[in-house]
């Protein structure tokens, strides 16, 4: 899946967990999706480690901190390599900037090479 899709499907599938989206509009909007056929859940963990970025405000921090959420090590038991940030990182101070409508600063924008 090339960049563009996978941004794509990052954005829907966060707008669809907000509600923001309807599913019945999606692929009478959205010619493009209207070719990816569905594929059922797998629960399996991948077979080789999986690179994770995690942005978030600070309370997802305590969903991936052991004895809290405990999220990142669940994660990391399971092939998945987890990375996060939130405020105040990288340059730019970027990880100041983690909601939806800043993705495109981090994914599209000028400096997302930077970033990225």
Partial sequence: MNRKYL????????????????????????????SIAPTADNPNPPTSPVKLVFIHHSVGDDWLSAGI????????????YVSDTYYDWGPDDIGSYTDIGNWWDWFRGPNSPTYT
Wanted: charged share 0%; aromatic share 4%; proline share 5%.
């Fill in 7 to 34: 941004t794509l499907a990052i954005t829907l599938t966060v707008l669809l967990w907000a509600g923001v989206v309807p599913t019945s509009i999606l692929s009478h909007t959205i010619p493009a999706l209207r």
């Fill in 69 to 80: 959420g405990n999220l990142g090590n669940q994660l990391g038991a399971n092939n998945y």
